[in-house]
């Protein structure tokens, strides 16, 4: 293992996306966001998809030209076109649309569509929670689990997030996936060798598995078994139907260099709380929750640990293992 500071391996990412055939701002919007996510503690997500990544800009499954841009709008509501590009820039932009919207109307909604992997939800989401505002993030991903009572694989992980902010100190930030896990700790096992937990995942034929390559090649299981699947319907019709994305049956795995372009979809929604009870308001029932959630000694108010974590990494950096690290290198050109 290599420590490297985050500034070092945020410029490192970015030239290997670079070399790779992402414009400038498309890699460093996406360098940005894997680095965070690394600095949070969520190697998933983090510097170990620029190879991933990288192979999508290679073989034409991500366009690294591409440019988001407004395509509908009215009021609140505003969908950003995507491009077949990697999703950070539009993701980026649907916020920054959204935040402004919100602050007019009250509430936005952005949708994404012909977009791709977005990473962390909650990252998308950081300067809604800064701005003192209300977020909810979610997307669809190529096809991973079954609807309830099916045998084929048909919805994404789809993850959610939401941020809300308090009076003092980091915002609660709630971020997860709706299969029971989330499919890039499978991912990571798989580069690993390592064996995974019974319960997350079943194999190609719909047997469970402990095999994480089995798993990537099978289906994982959705939290909560029906309910679970009932939320992962929730995600992928309202980033679909809304947006005129791809299903996540329509898009081709993640795990695959080669394949269709996945044009799936994200949404983003910001609520001014302003708009509602008041500010104040807001803010004295979030603290009073917290306060009543933190009266039993184990809780921990979600999102803490990743912002510890990222304030440790910002200090000393981040331990990346020694092969990742070297394919990074080789695809930004850059000797060990």
Not at 153 to 158: E, P, Q, S, V
Not at 185 to 211: F, H, S
Request: charged content about 20%; proline content about 5%.
């Amino acid at each position: 293992m290599a420590t490297l500071t985050l500034d070092e391996l945020e410029a490192l990412a970015r030239r290997a996306l670079l070399r790779s055939g992402a414009s400038d701002p498309m890699a460093a919007a996406t360098a940005r966001a894997l680095v965070a996510a690394d600095a949070q503690g969520l190697a998933s997500h983090g510097v170990s998809r620029v190879p991933q990544y990288a192979g999508f800009l290679k073989n034409g499954r991500a366009d690294g030209s591409a440019v988001p841009r407004i395509a509908r709008e009215r009021g609140g509501a505003v969908l950003i076109d995507a491009m077949d590009g990697l999703a950070f820039p539009a993701c980026d932009l649907a916020v920054a649309e959204a935040m402004r919207r919100a602050a007019s109307n009250g509430v936005a909604f952005a949708g994404v569509t012909n977009s791709h992997h977005f990473g962390v939800a909650a990252h998308h989401l950081a300067p809604v929670g800064a701005a003192g505002l209300v977020g909810i993030a979610m997307g669809n991903s190529p096809s991973a689990m079954p609807m309830a009572g099916g045998k084929r694989a048909l919805f994404g992980t789809n993850p959610i997030a939401a941020v809300f902010p308090r009076r003092a100190g980091a915002p609660i930030e709630i971020d997860l996936s709706l299969s029971e896990v989330a499919r890039g700790k499978i991912m990571v096992a798989a580069q690993k060798g390592e064996a995974i937990p019974p319960g997350w995942a079943l194999d190609r034929d719909g047997a469970p598995t402990t095999d994480a390559k089995a798993a990537l090649a099978g289906m994982m299981l959705p939290a909560g078994g029906t309910k679970g699947a009932m939320l992962a319907l929730m995600v992928e019709l309202l980033v679909v139907t809304l947006t005129g994305a791809h299903f996540g049956f329509e898009a081709d795995s993640f795990f695959e260099a080669a394949g269709n372009r996945p044009r799936i979809g994200q949404a983003f929604i910001v609520i001014d709380p302003g708009a509602l009870a008041g500010r104040e308001t807001y803010l004295e029932r979030v603290e009073t929750l917290v306060a009543a959630m933190l009266a039993d000694a184990e809780v921990r108010v979600p999102g803490a640990r990743r912002h510890d974590l990222a304030a440790r990494a910002a200090r000393d950096g981040v331990a990346i293992p020694d092969a990742l690290l070297e394919s990074i290198r080789t695809l930004a050109g850059v000797a060990a």
